[in-house]
């Protein structure tokens, strides 16, 4: 038997931005605070527990490499149901046919290979007794 | 004999990923390329990196075999960025640390490409410390120097930010931006820093070290700075490696940032001996 005085603990995770650090209005006042971007991803990212109302961090992360992990699992979120999207729509049409309706493709087929065979571009080359 | 200790950062924002697939680029500043030596030779001092999220493989070549073993892959250095608690905690490993040195000379380039996973940033800095730089004279003392001078002792804060983009330097803030109480007519000689956030490299730069940059990892492995420079002396006790300028300099010492994480701000406090003579020597 566990003497476990909490259990079952909400995982959280928040931003604490670093005091001061935007976003700003204009590149002046980054400039005098001495970033280079308007809107910095500064601080750090704390994840822990709540107990009893008490906020425990557990891990403490810069706050701009999660939010660059975050973006990077959006655009790869992105990028895999567009390929999903790529494989399920049917190949578009290209070439010289390209527009012509399957039916029409069909009969026009056959008489082109007839008309190939009559001119003889298709055949194997006879051998000379 | 004009020396100069010399802080260079060579660095990719988003690698392609791949073996040795990607290969790093000076910082704006900063130069892969060792200068003309009256010497000919010089020697990297100190060297740490980082990969912002993953472990990497970096190879130091320059084409030279009297200073890397050859051309190759020359000398490999892992970065084992996942090892602090989780993958880029370390925000600096070592790569080359005293006594050991590497030599170069007069006219090699340097190289370093890279091991890593695709989208992370990478980063490298070094110590080259030149016995003869022409047209630089650098303000360093040797400890010894530093307490036969020795009036008080000061730490000053400096709020000096990284880039937004990763791996490169932020702006640069003068040691007397964000306090003033350096005093103008005393030296002050700086053994160290110590900061709230680790960083990957933090730069100081100014007229009276030649305007070369000259500084310090202060990653996971390597946070204790606040003596740095006063420990590199110890471990090079012939040489004169803290840095010195006086105080109505104090707005021309700058301070950069680089890490492989956006705009970190580490809120630098700078620890010096302040001096009543000027303790430089050499």
């Known amino acids: 038997m566990t003497d476990y005085t909490h259990t079952g603990l909400e995982l959280v995770g928040r931003h604490v931005p670093d005091p001061g650090a935007g976003p700003f209005d204009n590149a002046q006042q980054a400039s005098a605070m001495g970033y280079d971007t308007l809107n910095p991803v500064s601080g750090t990212y704390e994840i822990g527990v709540v107990i009893e109302g008490a906020f425990v961090p557990i891990v403490s992360e810069k706050a701009s490499l999660i939010f660059d992990r975050i973006d990077s699992a959006k655009q790869q979120a992105q ?4 390929q999903q999207t790529a494989q399920q729509t049917p ?3 290209t070439g010289p046919q390209a527009g012509v309706q399957p039916t029409e493709q069909q009969s026009v087929e056959p008489a082109a290979e007839q008309s190939a065979m009559q001119t003889g571009e298709q055949q194997p080359p006879q051998q000379q007794g | 004999m004009p020396r100069a200790v010399v802080l260079n950062t060579a660095s990719k924002s988003s690698t392609t990923g791949g073996t040795f697939a990607d290969t790093l680029t000076a910082n704006s500043g900063d130069t892969l390329t060792i200068p003309n030596l009256q010497s000919g030779q010089g020697k990297i001092v100190s060297m740490w990196g980082i990969d912002s999220a993953s472990v990497a493989e970096i190879a130091l070549t320059d084409g030279r075999v009297e200073s890397v073993h050859d051309p190759q892959y020359g000398v490999r250095f892992n970065l084992p960025a996942t090892a602090g608690g989780g993958a880029g ?3 600096a490993l070592p790569m080359i640390t005293p006594p050991n040195y590497l030599d170069v000379f007069t006219g090699d380039t340097l190289a370093f490409t890279v091991t890593s996973t695709a989208a992370d940033a990478v980063m490298v800095s070094w110590l080259t410390e030149y016995q ?3 047209g630089v004279q650098a303000s360093f003392a040797n400890w010894q120097s530093v307490m036969a001078n020795r009036f008080t002792e000061i730490g000053v804060a400096c709020n000096a930010v990284a880039s937004g983009t990763k ?12 306090d003033t109480r350096w005093t103008g007519g005393r030296w002050y000689a700086i053994i160290g820093f110590t900061v709230q956030l680790p ?4 730069s100081f730069k100014g007229p009276m070290w030649g305007n070369f940059r000259f500084g310090l990892p202060a990653g996971l492995v390597t946070v204790d700075t606040a003596n740095y420079f006063l420990d590199l002396n110890r471990l090079y006790p012939n040489e004169a490696l803290i840095p010195v300028f006086n105080g109505y300099d104090a707005g021309s010492v700058l301070l950069e940032v680089a890490d492989a994480a956006a705009s970190t701000s580490p809120k630098v406090d700078i620890i010096a001996v302040e001096c009543k003579n000027n303790p430089a020597v050499g």
């Open chain 1, 79 to 82: 990028d895999a149901a567009a």
């Open chain 2, 89 to 91: 905690k370390n925000y």
């Open chain 2, 132 to 134: 003869d730089l022409p």
């Open chain 1, 91 to 93: 190949p578009a049409a």
């Open chain 2, 167 to 178: 791996g490169a330097y932020g702006a640069t803030r003068a040691a007397n931006a964000d």
């Open chain 2, 199 to 202: 960083v990957t490299t933090i």
